[in-house]
């Protein structure tokens, strides 16, 4: 009998665990998103300083080559983010409370979004780890 108290106490242990850690990674994710779009009205407003200052410390492009990037990206996509962007819904996500590519937590998610009248579909990969947090990669999705 002792052995089946242990055993239920053991499993409700890690079942309320596991919610608890669940609960924080979707709310760690809620401000992955919240990040993106944020980081995406900074180039609305045409502010590269405060877009250089969300992305992660190790980010490719990183905020010296960001201004660039944009401009390449923009190009590319026949986009112009200084026309407004609004974010529609998203279309994937992932996190992972720790990746060993990146020693840290990761949050990737795919978004439909209106960038002036263009609608497209944005990638964003943020990472949280010793280096710090931000967005490490965007783009389009490439699969």
Do not use: W
């Amino acid at each position: 009998m002792k052995k089946l108290i242990i055993a239920i106490i053991i499993v409700c242990t890690l079942t309320l665990s596991g919610c608890s850690i669940f609960n924080q990674m979707k709310e760690e994710m809620a401000l992955a998103y919240e990040l993106a779009e944020n980081f995406c009205n900074k180039l609305t407003e045409e502010d590269i300083d405060q877009a250089k200052e969300m992305l992660h410390p190790q980010s490719n492009p990183s905020a010296d080559q960001l201004e660039q990037y944009v401009s390449y990206f923009e190009g590319q996509h026949s986009i112009d983010f200084s026309a407004g962007v609004s974010f529609n819904r998203h279309t994937r996500f992932s996190a992972s409370y720790y990746n060993s590519n990146y020693g840290g937590s990761v949050y990737e998610f795919n978004c439909i979004a209106t960038i002036g009248s263009q609608v497209i579909e944005l990638y964003f990969l943020v990472v949280k780890n010793d280096k710090g947090y931000g967005i490490y990669n965007f783009g389009v999705p490439t699969e």
